[in-house]
């Protein structure tokens, strides 16, 4: 027990350390929309509290779904001080690291060689794609930490049967991060297939196991996806989504060469020609997903991100393997979160900065870290000999 705590408090110190390294070469980012919605809105709210200015008023629906990220940048100023970005950078960090040691410890339950899931939660601290937006403004930051919080014991309260701690931590949770990305609509469909399991259970209806709950979800989603780019929803946000298909866009923020062809107008009431622009833009956006050499990218970067890219996804097969073989419920839910991103990212568009990729590529680093552990045990069968765990 107290060799383990020193690993988990070297891990915390070593991501302290790490961050605090890219700070100093690279030192604190300010996103755009930092600087233009976060901060303004932020400080808006600090001087609502001292009673000098009137709450802020949200002109766009799509800016409710910031407005916890809002509310934490001003808690920061509160406390802290109005434009400490020291203090909002520092407190992300340390989140992120206390993310870290979550992640360390379903490695360190499921995986055999104990060197592995430490190596493997210090990829997630040392990729710099991974760890760069923890130096940032932004609200992928704090997303990615509460959501790792929040996942692990939402998969943990299923397990044991808890099912009325499962509905209202993930009640919580959802509330929570929603109004910091809209994004959760989609991240949460793991959480939604583990809802319905449970439900139909409750109803007696047996056969509706966790797998065909998560193709019954997925399903829906898609469907619904796909009904919101037609002119049948009209609200503001579904607009948003139809905006992005209707100018076939691939990845966002390339201009011309992130699209697809114009839509074609006169053909928008058929159904076929809506489906199969749909299907086609889907199919595009998840290339454009895993794509290891992302476009617009410098030749440098594109070369960092591809080499650790490539054996990540080599070893995440393997991990999936490892997963059906061995029934591994907490890494098949791993496996599920990590194909809502790719579905996340089909149904909607991809980010030219891969900025929403950085809440998943924790959960695709795992699965190679499960998928590493997978392989070594195959070696050992062959070849049993001393190993260190």
Request: charged share 0%; net charge neutral.
């Given at each position: 027990m107290k060799k383990t705590r020193i690993v988990f408090l070297c891990l915390f110190v070593a991501s302290l350390l790490a961050h605090l390294g890219l700070v100093q070469v690279k030192g604190i980012q300010l996103t755009k929309d930092f600087q233009t919605i976060y901060d303004p809105l932020a400080r808006q709210v600090v001087a609502w509290i001292h009673g000098g200015a009137d709450f802020p008023t949200i002109h766009r629906a799509v800016e409710f779904f910031h407005l916890n990220y809002v509310f934490f940048v001003a808690a920061v100023y509160f406390?802290?001080?109005?434009?400490?970005?020291?203090?909002?950078?520092?407190?992300?960090?340390?989140?992120?690291?206390?993310?870290?040691?979550v992640i360390f410890d379903v490695l360190r339950k499921h995986l055999s060689f104990r060197w592995i899931a430490l190596g493997a939660a210090a990829v997630t601290i040392l990729f710099f794609d991974s760890m760069f937006l923890n130096t940032a403004g932004s609200p992928e930051s704090l997303y990615r930490s509460l959501l790792i919080f929040a996942f692990f014991p939402i998969v943990h309260l299923y397990l044991k049967k808890r099912y009325t701690a499962f509905f209202a931590v993930a009640a919580v949770a959802f509330l929570v991060l929603l109004f910091i990305r809209i994004e959760t609509v989609f991240l949460f469909i793991p959480v939604y297939a583990l809802s319905l399991s449970i439900i139909s259970e409750k109803l007696g209806v047996k056969d509706l196991s966790p797998a065909r709950a998560a193709v019954t979800v997925v399903l829906l989603v898609v469907t619904i996806s796909l009904l919101a780019k037609t002119h049948m929803f009209s609200h503001e946000i579904f607009a948003a989504d139809r905006d992005y298909f209707v100018r076939g866009i691939v990845v966002a923020d390339l201009g011309p060469a992130g699209k697809i062809e114009p839509f074609d107008v006169s053909r928008a009431d058929s159904v076929t020609y809506v489906l199969e622009r749909g299907s086609r833009l889907f199919l595009l956006r998840i290339t454009q997903f895993l794509n290891i050499l992302p476009p617009s990218w410098s030749a440098g970067h594109k070369i960092y991100y591809a080499a650790h890219m490539v054996p990540l996804y080599i070893l995440a097969l393997f991990g999936v393997v490892g997963t059906w073989q061995r029934r591994d419920f907490a890494f098949f839910m791993v496996t599920f979160f990590y194909v809502t991103a790719m579905i996340t990212h089909g149904l909607t568009r991809v980010d030219a900065a891969h900025r929403t990729n950085f809440i998943s590529i924790v959960f695709l680093i795992m699965l190679a870290g499960y998928g590493l552990n997978y392989l070594f045990e195959k070696c050992r069968k062959r070849d049993p000999g001393p190993a260190f765990k």
């Open positions: 406390l802290f001080g109005i434009g400490n970005y020291v203090a909002l950078i520092s407190l992300q960090i340390i989140l992120s690291s206390f993310s870290c040691l």
